[in-house]
């Protein structure tokens, strides 16, 4: 019985061992190509990354001020950059290791024949990029122990948030040496690939500005690198497709950084089989357009208009002109001059940066703050009349000066050409405003206080974002009792009220809150501004004040240019096509800005000597210094003003001022009467930085701007907003 179930055993084994070993045979004879094959597809390459095409840029009209082209990249990889850059003999023992199969490298290779072998690669590309200039080897290997060191700070950056250290994802791709190749350099680039397996060329994009768009320079912005911090800020790091890459182009300034979330794309990725095979396809999608408020040719013409006026005036050193639509609030032109050529950027960037009388690299229109002098003077009527420290019957006497035992300050502006100063006798506060009376305003600002005052300017924006969203933009100064105190450490004086109700002293605002502040003039309406369209509807504040003292805030505006005793009415008078210009001049004591620093220094022998610094501060002069003399010495308390701008003192007075001016195009009656219950469509503001007089050197800009603005828009001057003229567009192109 046992002999009889051994054998049934016996024959179970060897029946299930003759099927395997004919299942053997099936699979590794008879069906090899076929599992060969299976097991090759298993085997995929590392995934490809898909490049994404950046939005362009449009204007108003759909111009297209910037866009992205098609180009190659010269890539490295990141374990050759390490390699080079790392200085590490174990970095190069594994690229040595890595490479021998595709090389025939020996396995001992020494490590100073594989870097050799790297000299040569930044020889060659040296040769291969120096057409236009000549470029060093060690130019390029610079660009490599940059992309180390940004690659390093990323993985600092993601260990910190994952709570440990690991290798990053920009430690196996292939980095960018060479960007923007044409069709006939990437052929020969991949020459050098060929014989360099480390080097890729890969199909890429670089951004590309429309000609004739100096104007633009500052609105459009520039892109940079990315870096740590924006990897650390990034609101994608989660997503593979979305998230910064160390090396990557990312908006740092301008429409570029504002719109950066609209027209940055998501890569894509693929994945190869050793065969070939596609085995995943992820694809790439493309930044959408954004679109800007801007007139395109409004933008150009004004910034032709600017640069005569300040080429006129030989103090004068730069300038602005900001145009907004007043319903909607739109930026229609935000003019800075002078600019530069945002095509050349990189090439004249030392010249630029070294440009410190005229400052080309400045963002004037948004970024720079300056006293507002009489631009603010309707808004500290307002106060008072909203206050109830002053009623339209209200009346002053102006006999030029506050105080007539004290005649050295808080007296009236000057009679040009003469010692005197202007007396207006009893004025109320249209004929205050008509006639910029600063005794009229210190009484005020007097009464009302720093407090009521600060209040007023707040609600008009002062010290706050204008909502426009640049990243250069300055908030401006609402010198407020505890901002006095913690900023300069100085209490509220009487006089404080006082300055601050002509726009001195520590107010100060950007060209831009000046231009919302005349679009508040003429709606009784405070908005933020937009700059780029498409994003939601912006609220409105209404500003407090009865229908009759708007009236009169307004009456004092226009008789500043249409009464013959406006301080402006000489310069700025204009009527044209049923309009009359409106406004307000400014001149704002100002003070000349170092442009140049003295540093007398050691150098690594001891000899001294001593050196003058192109710089608008004493920290740039001396991270210039620095680099310029590396190993020198010097004392801090040492350095001193060399130069400043302007030089020598001004034509008139005892003071240098930058010119304001600030308007609106407001209707008038059949009898050129202001109609003042239509409300104007388009308020502008002008500053030439140490221009002198407000009137006698904005008013006749503002007669220009007026001109320019009717000739664009028309006898309608009405600028739709973006949406309603590409609704529009489209209803027309529906009907044809």
């Not at 040595?96 to 001992?108: F, N, P, Q, S, T």
């Not at 603010?376 to 009623?391: D, E, Y």
Request: overall charge neutral; aromatic content about 8%; charged content about 25%.
């Amino acid at each position: 019985m046992f002999d009889h179930r051994l054998r049934i055993l016996l024959y179970v084994f060897g029946g299930a061992i003759v099927v395997l070993a004919g299942r053997l045979v099936q699979i590794q004879i008879v069906e090899a190509s076929y599992y060969t094959e299976r097991a090759q597809r298993a085997i995929v390459l590392a995934p490809t990354s898909l490049p994404f095409v950046r939005g362009s840029i449009l204007d108003r009209m759909g111009e297209e001020l910037v866009s992205d082209h098609a180009c190659w990249n010269l890539t490295l990889d990141f374990q050759t950059v390490a390699a080079d850059a790392g200085g590490k003999v174990e970095l190069v023992t594994s690229e040595i290791k890595r490479w021998r199969r595709v090389r025939g490298y020996a396995r001992d290779m020494p490590p100073d024949v594989f870097l050799d072998e790297l000299d040569r690669m930044w020889a060659e590309l040296a040769a291969f990029a120096s057409v236009h200039r000549v470029i060093h080897p060690d130019e390029l290997r610079r660009r490599a122990v940059e992309i180390f060191g940004q690659v390093m700070r990323v993985r600092k950056v993601v260990a910190h948030r994952r709570g440990f250290d690991a290798p990053v994802a920009e430690e196996t791709q292939a980095h960018t040496i060479l960007a923007a190749l044409t069709g006939e350099q990437q052929i020969r680039a991949r020459e050098l690939a060929d014989r360099f397996p480390w080097l890729h060329v890969e199909p890429a994009s670089v951004r590309r500005i429309a000609p004739n768009n100096e104007a633009f320079a500052h609105v459009l912005g520039r892109l940079g690198r990315v870096d740590a911090d924006t990897v650390e800020s990034d609101p994608e790091a989660e997503n593979p497709f979305a998230r910064y890459i160390a090396g990557e182009k990312v908006g740092i300034t301008g429409a570029e950084y504002l719109a950066e979330r609209r027209v940055r794309g998501r890569r894509g990725r693929f994945t190869r089989g050793r065969d070939g095979e596609i085995i995943e396809e992820i694809e790439s999608q493309n930044g959408a357009p954004a679109q800007l408020t801007i007139h395109g040719e409004l933008q150009r013409h004004l910034y032709q208009v600017l640069g005569d006026a300040v080429q006129a005036y030989p103090h004068a050193s730069g300038g602005a002109i900001v145009v907004l639509d007043v319903p909607s609030r739109e930026v229609l032109a935000l003019v800075s001059y002078p600019a530069y050529d945002p095509s050349r950027f990189g090439e004249d960037y030392v010249k630029l940066r070294d440009d410190t009388d005229r400052l080309p690299l400045r963002f004037r229109a948004v970024s720079s703050r300056y006293a507002p002098g009489s631009t603010v003077k309707p808004l500290t009527c307002l106060s008072g009349l909203i206050n109830g420290t002053i009623t339209l019957d209200s009346r002053d006497e102006c006999t030029g000066y506050m105080f007539e035992d004290v005649r050295d300050k808080w007296r009236c502006w000057q009679l040009q050409g003469t010692n005197q100063r202007k007396a207006h006798g009893s004025i109320d506060v249209v004929a205050a405003l008509t006639g910029s009376c600063n005794v009229f305003m210190y009484r005020l600002g007097q009464q009302l206080g720093v407090d009521q005052l600060c209040a007023t300017f707040d609600m008009v924006g002062i010290g706050r974002p204008t909502g426009i969203g640049l990243r250069e933009e300055n908030n401006g100064i609402n010198p407020t009792a505890s901002w006095l105190m913690t900023n300069r450490n100085k209490s509220v004086t009487p006089g404080s009220a006082r300055h601050f109700a002509i726009g001195q002293g520590e107010v100060s605002l950007t060209p831009v809150q000046v231009a919302n502040i005349f679009a508040t003039y003429a709606s009784g309406r405070w908005r933020p501004l937009t700059l780029v369209a498409g994003g939601e509807k912006t609220p409105e504040w209404t500003l407090p004040g009865r229908g009759e003292q708007w009236t009169a805030i307004r009456k004092g505006i226009y008789g500043v240019t249409n009464d013959p005793t406006g301080t402006a009415y000489r310069f700025a008078n204009y009527q044209r096509d049923g309009y009359v210009l409106c406004g307000k001049t400014g001149s704002a004591t100002a003070k000349p800005w170092p442009t140049a620093y003295r540093i007398p220094y050691a150098d690594a022998e001891g000899k001294e000597d001593i050196a003058i610094v192109r710089a608008g501060a004493k920290g740039p002069a001396i991270e210039q210094f620095s680099r310029k003399y590396p190993g020198a010495t010097f004392e801090f308390h040492d350095i001193q003003v060399a130069q400043r701008w302007p030089i020598g003192p001004p034509e008139h007075g005892d003071d240098h001022s930058h010119a304001w001016m600030g308007g609106y195009l407001q209707r008038v009656h059949t009898d050129g009467s202001p109609d003042f219950s239509i409300e104007p469509t388009i308020a502008f503001s002008i500053l030439v930085e140490f221009g002198g007089s407000g009137g006698q050197t904005s008013g006749p800009l503002a007669k220009k701007v007026s001109d320019v603005l009717l000739d664009t828009f028309g006898p309608s001057l009405l600028a739709k907003p973006v949406t309603e003229r590409a609704t529009s567009t489209k209803a027309e192109v529906a009907r044809r």
